[in-house]
């Protein structure tokens, strides 16, 4: 029976498997609590809502939902290059430890990112989770681009 094609990958690509659809369910879980906080804070986005919650006054801006709307926002500035640069970098062969430690830093700076953000934890631990998983991705940016050129 032939092998299944994840374990013919060696431990890179299941590594960032892991990594990036943890941070996928993450996306959902901040899409899910921006609904909660509308819900709580009545501070709805469309009119029908705005209707069947109380009233057209509560179709309306709010500050805990705009944080909510600017941490998926910044999750989708990150994330998704995240999800090409990560899968790309998988396939040029990296050290596996090396490619755990970038994937890992990733994850837990983004992890520690919207818990800062949607928490209002003190700056600058935000700005420091921001650039903790900014470093990985400009480094697996980096090596794509030196592999992709020395190969034209
Ligand atoms: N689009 C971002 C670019 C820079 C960035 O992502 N900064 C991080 C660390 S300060 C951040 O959390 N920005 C807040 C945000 O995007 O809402 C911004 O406007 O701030």
Redesign the pocket.
């Known amino acids: 029976m032939p092998a299944p094609a994840l374990a013919l990958s060696g431990q890179v690509l299941p590594a960032f498997l892991l990594c990036s659809t943890l941070l996928v369910i993450k996306m959902y879980v901040v899409a899910v609590i921006t609904g909660q906080v509308r819900l709580r804070k009545k501070a709805f986005a469309n009119p029908e809502d705005a209707l069947r919650h109380g009233g057209p006054q509560f179709c309306r801006d709010d500050q805990d939902v705009d944080r909510c709307l ?2 998926h ?2 999750d989708m ?2 994330i998704y290059p995240f999800l090409f640069l990560g899968l790309v970098y998988s396939f040029l062969q990296p050290n596996p430890f090396v490619a755990h430690v970038h994937f890992l830093l990733v994850f837990l700076g983004r992890m520690v ?1 919207t818990v ?2 949607l928490g209002k934890l003190r ?2 631990i ?2 420091l ?3 903790l998983a ?1 470093l990985p991705c400009a480094s697996m940016a980096l090596q794509i681009v030196w592999e992709a050129a020395r190969h034209l």
């Open positions: 600017r941490a926002r910044n500035e990150t990112h800062a953000y700056a600058p935000r700005s989770a921001y650039t900014q």
